[in-house]
């Protein structure tokens, strides 16, 4: 099968940010498959800028054809230039797509829900399945979030949406939560299918906690509760600040914040003015480095900012701490807090409550057999559930069955 996959923010294996398409076309590749990835240039993926007056740079990435538009993209831009770099992408993607010859399907992955465009009028001109891939049920989410008000601008994202599921062969969902909001919507149980994100086993198999790192960073001899990722208004970190202010009274615990984003210089701005000592600041690393640091830490921050209803998504991050063999705390209600229950590898905290947040910081800390024992529980759980070569697996099944007239 000749595959065009789309994704906009595909970050690569030297990248800092969550690669599941990386992981997964690798493995594609290796069943048998030929993978065109046609992405942007991400802040966090790895790849190489381009000179302005450059529109296109192809590559190859362990097997993978990579067709880079040149569309930069970082967190920290203002709106404006979010949304221009979600239209032009989604032009020289519909170009880089009717490029490629003998496709067989089109496989599109959200977000943005803008990569629907080049995913479905590509596949429809080229008389092929069209697969698409949510990862965030937009606008639904941003509207539940404040991010987007009701009115035009929710409008035109609500017709992106309608557009990009309209012609779908069938539509993937990251979790279930996705699953079920789009079945109480109407749409047909057979169109849908759920494929979490999980993460790479292999990336995981041989953990050596890099313990140099942290002493490095005075960490040494504390109980970390490590959060790795986006820090954006999204994510609503600010709570883990207000948490720690609980644990003012814990030396032995700390609070460890590792990557970059919108939100960073306040949040440490917040920090020093509460004179909070048990929160650190590192910079991101790339994924292969940072699955040691975090074979170091002890518990894992599953953290999003409150919204008016229980969130469906579940993220990259909790998988990440179930192969590391470390413990979650998830401090929103919804699918993520629900899987973590069900599978028994971490806790769910109150919502809104950054002082049970810090409560159950301190149980994990205080309880160093039971958080040993639920990690080793995690890590297994996630080597035989949740690892990338069963969830390539699974999209080549969706895919072939697709290619069934």
Request: hydrophobic share 45%.
């Amino acid at each position: 099968m000749r595959l065009v996959y789309i994704h906009q923010h595909f970050v690569t294996g030297d990248g800092f940010g969550p690669n599941r398409s990386y992981d997964v076309s690798r493995y594609l590749v290796r069943m048998g498959h030929e993978v065109i990835m046609i992405c942007g240039i991400y802040w966090q993926s790895g790849l190489e800028k381009m000179p302005w007056w450059r529109l296109f740079r192809v590559q190859w990435i362990d097997g993978i054809k990579v067709v880079v538009c040149n569309v930069p993209y970082h967190n920290k831009m203002r709106v404006p230039a979010r949304m221009w770099a979600f239209l032009k992408f989604m032009i020289l993607a519909t170009v880089a797509s009717l490029w490629q010859r003998k496709v067989d399907l089109v496989f599109a992955t959200s977000t943005p829900t803008t990569v629907g465009v080049p995913g479905r009028v590509s596949a429809t001109l080229k008389r092929v399945p069209y697969v698409f891939e949510v990862r965030d049920l937009w606008p639904e989410d941003l509207l539940a979030a404040d991010r987007i008000k009701p009115g035009f601008e929710y409008k035109v994202w609500e017709w992106l949406e309608s557009f990009s599921y309209k012609t779908a062969r069938k539509i993937l969902l990251v979790s279930r939560g996705f699953h079920d909001r789009l079945l109480e919507r109407g749409f047909p149980p057979q169109m849908l299918e759920t494929i979490v994100l999980g993460a790479d086993g292999a990336l995981f198999a041989d953990l050596k906690p890099n313990h140099d790192y942290i002493r490095e960073h005075g960490l040494d001899g504390k109980t970390i509760a490590v959060y790795a990722g986006s820090i954006s208004d999204a994510n609503g970190l600010y709570q883990v600040i207000d948490a720690a202010e609980y644990l003012r009274d814990r030396p032995d615990i700390a609070i460890v914040l590792i990557g970059d984003g919108r939100s960073r210089a306040g949040l440490e701005a917040k920090a020093t003015e509460k004179g909070l000592t048990n929160v650190y600041f590192l910079d991101p690393l790339p994924k292969k480095d940072l699955v040691h640091v975090m074979a170091a830490c002890h518990i894992g921050l599953m953290i999003l900012k409150p919204i008016r209803r229980p969130r469906w998504v579940t993220p990259n991050k909790i998988f990440d701490y179930m192969f590391t063999g470390i413990p979650s705390v998830v401090n929103y209600a919804g699918t993520t807090a629900e899987l973590v229950e069900q599978e028994d590898v971490g806790l769910a905290a109150e919502p809104h409550s950054a002082e049970d947040l810090a409560a159950k910081i301190i149980y994990w800390a205080d309880h160093p057999e039971q958080r040993a024992s639920v990690g080793r529980h995690a890590r297994r759980t996630a080597m035989s559930k949740y690892d990338r070569t069963i969830i390539a697996q699974r999209l080549s099944d969706v895919f072939q069955q697709c290619l069934q007239p």
